[in-house]
């Protein structure tokens, strides 16, 4: 079984503030991993995504997320906020040919 | 090249009445999800189709809800009869690789809003 836990629903930051969403996750094989942003009214979009090779991953916008195997978590950060990552970001998890498992997600407010 | 369209993007009906929404992939993609996202809560899996055939439906209330994807392309999904609790935004993605693999990237489209009174 896989499961996502993110942890704060709610993270707020200053613009030009470091962002950092936490995210843990549970599997019984080694997992692929993935964050994605939500925009109001909007589907999913892929930010990035972790499958083998460097745990440092880097994504778009200028976000990035490391796998660390021993802390089982896959925290993603960004080390200067813009008033345009505010959205809802979900972390999730697939271990095989199957769905994505997500996490309950974390919307993201930036302070002016 | 065109993302994963879905129609329509809100419905509002009554509880017990039946809705239906229509998804269509990005051409190409062999695998299509639907997804349930109730507000505050991640998207969670409905029903998997890889083409045209089943690959996980276990968490599809099937005594309400129903999907099909005819020819392995475009596919509906239909709610009947609706409940309140059914109340969330149903979201379809498509992904590329044949069985779905777990690497791949899921495409989202906008969702449809749908509220149940």
């Known amino acids: 079984a896989q499961s996502v836990t993110q942890l704060g629903s709610h993270v707020s930051v200053s613009e030009g503030a470091l962002v950092l969403l936490r995210c843990n996750y549970s599997s019984s094989v080694p997992p692929y991993l993935f964050w994605y942003v939500q925009y109001p009214n909007q589907g999913l979009q892929l930010l990035l995504k972790y499958t083998t090779g460097a745990t440092l991953v880097k994504g778009i916008n200028g976000f990035e997320a490391e796998f660390k195997k021993s802390e089982t978590s896959f925290h993603l950060t960004k080390p200067s906020a813009h008033m345009s990552d505010a959205a809802e970001y979900f972390c999730a998890v697939n271990t095989g040919r199957r769905a994505l498992t997500f996490g309950s997600g974390t919307r993201l407010q930036v302070q002016p | 090249e065109a993302g994963v369209a879905q129609s329509p993007r809100y419905k509002i009906i009554e509880k017990r009445q039946s809705v239906a929404f229509w998804c269509n992939p990005i051409s190409g993609h062999a695998t299509l999800y639907w997804y349930q996202q109730i507000l505050g809560q991640g998207p969670k899996l409905l029903i998997q189709?890889?083409?045209?055939?089943?690959?996980?439906d276990s968490q599809l209330p099937k005594d309400r809800f129903s999907a099909e994807r005819l020819k392995g392309v475009d596919s509906t999904l239909k709610i009947q009869p609706a409940k309140l609790e059914d109340s969330a935004v149903y979201l379809c993605?498509?992904?590329?690789?044949?069985?779905?693999?777990?690497?791949?990237?899921?495409?989202f489209g906008p969702g449809t809003r749908l509220t149940v009174l």
């Open positions: 189709f890889q083409n045209n055939g089943v690959v996980d």
């Open positions: 993605a498509s992904s590329s690789a044949l069985g779905g693999a777990g690497t791949d990237t899921q495409y």
